[in-house]
């Protein structure tokens, strides 16, 4: 369920609240032998090198009416190491909660410019939502300017840090107020609430004046608070900020989890992927043990047949032989009959021989 903002209150338009430097009692970790190292940008400085400032031939989309709209400044998240945990899970846990709301628009660290004649009014929540607006259209010109789009954010979240603490307490919430932010949260990481003085508040915006929303400890003693806006509770847990969808009665899974949830996932591809490969590894080696064992079964087979062939030849070769012999052994015999044969008629004429003899 989402709600509507009020319209922006007719006020005039302010500039935007500044960073100032906390002194060494506010911050003693940004000092260092009396000099300070801000971990944000503070008026003043600049990115080294500065960034290039486009012609209106070079960007046309960065111009609006002559008017240059920049999309960064250069210039890092303030406070970025002691805000960036808290930063990536609220932006990343609400971007996969609207994932499949196509005209749901969640952003953070992008300007939000609410004066068409003056680029320098402009303001960067650390986390915001919009419904019902072009995403595809907002992600194209990487900016949202409240004129373009015809809406303010329905929805503002800051997250305390020791730059900009002092900003969200008031100049930011007045300016949110004006040009009619909905809903503005802050949460506060720290253990002790030392930026904000307590760990989360959310203040719905009626008659152009911000009224808290109930912020009570639930069951566990944790920090819990609704936002008609998002439809979802918002609970301190721990220094983290988590978000649960009483309609689904289910937590959206913070940025380590989701993290945690990515890499589990991959590695269950990964030992999928990786058992598969071992089972096709097998699977070939069985084919190829299958392949030489069938290779062999036929050599074999074939050494076989090769056998039996020689054998066969051996065979026919001592048929042959003993054909021969046979034929040997009858022509011997046949000469030995003829032989004996001539003998015997030899006998026959000495015998007439004899007889002839004797009767001369």
Known sequence: MTTRPNKPQQKPMPDPPQLRQPTIEEAPH???????????????????????????EEAPHLYENGVYFPETDGMPLPDAPEQEREYLNVNVTLKGHYANQPNTFVSGNTFVYYDPSNSRRNIAPDCYVVFDVDVDALLEINRYRIWAVGKPPDFALEIASTHTSHIDLGPK?????????????????????????????????????????????????RPRGYSPTLGLDLVWENGVLRFYDPATGEWLK???????????????????????????????????????????AEAAQAAQQSAEARAESARAAQQSAEARADRARAAKEAAQTRAEDAQAEIESLREQLRRLQQEE
Request: proline share 8%.
């Open 254 to 296: 913070t940025y380590d989890e989701e993290r945690e949830a990515r890499e589990a996932a991959q590695a269950r591809a990964e030992a999928a992927q990786a058992a598969q490969e071992s089972a096709q590894a097998r699977a070939e080696s069985a084919q190829a043990a299958q392949q030489s064992a069938q290779a062999r």
């Open 173 to 221: 919430r007045e300016l949110y107020a004006i040009i009619g932010i909905g809903e503005y949260w802050r949460y506060d990481p720290s253990a002790n609430s030392r930026h904000y003085g307590e760990p989360l508040v959310g203040e719905r915006l009626v008659d152009g004046e911000y009224q808290r929303l109930p912020v009570v400890p639930d069951a566990e003693g």
């Open 30 to 56: 940004l000092y260092e032998d009396g000099v300070f190292f801000p971990s944000a940008g503070l008026p003043g400085m600049t990115p080294d090198p500065p960034l290039y400032h486009p012609t209106i």
